[in-house]
């Protein structure tokens, strides 16, 4: 079992710049890749990047690739997000999340297993 807590959000002006933490419960988190996905007002949720176990692998949704940096300390148990010249497109709950798959499915919101409750990501135009 994991649990994870997300923080970090809050009210920035576009160009502005965010780290989002998600601080993770239980031995086992090492075992799992992590997952960012974010959901705006009327929408779907979506995949934002994801890490490995190691954090040797990323992966990046297109409309934040460049902007957005995933990282992982397993020691501390927690993966961030570096956000880097938000837009008001970003404004979102950013969900964090661990799943077991292999990497190609790390874009699944259904191959993920634990998730956060969610932060919440505003950008002033």
């Known amino acids: 079992q994991v649990q994870l807590l997300e923080s970090g959000g809050g009210l920035v002006q576009a160009g502005g710049s965010l780290r989002l933490s998600c601080a993770a419960s239980g031995r086992t988190f090492g075992s799992y890749a992590m997952g960012w996905f974010r959901q705006a007002p009327g929408k779907e949720r979506e995949f934002v990047a994801a890490?490995?176990?190691?954090?040797?692998?990323?992966r990046y949704a297109d409309s934040v690739k460049g902007r957005f940096t995933i990282s992982r300390d397993n020691a501390e148990n927690t993966v961030y997000l570096q956000m880097n010249s938000l837009k008001p497109e970003d404004t979102a709950v950013y969900y964090c999340?661990?799943?077991?798959?292999?990497?190609?499915?790390?874009?699944?919101?259904?191959?993920?297993?634990?998730w956060g409750q969610g932060t919440q990501v505003t950008v002033s135009s």
């Open positions: 999340a661990a799943t077991a798959s292999r990497e190609p499915l790390w874009v699944l919101e259904s191959t993920y297993l634990y």
């Open positions: 890490i490995s176990w190691s954090g040797g692998r990323t």
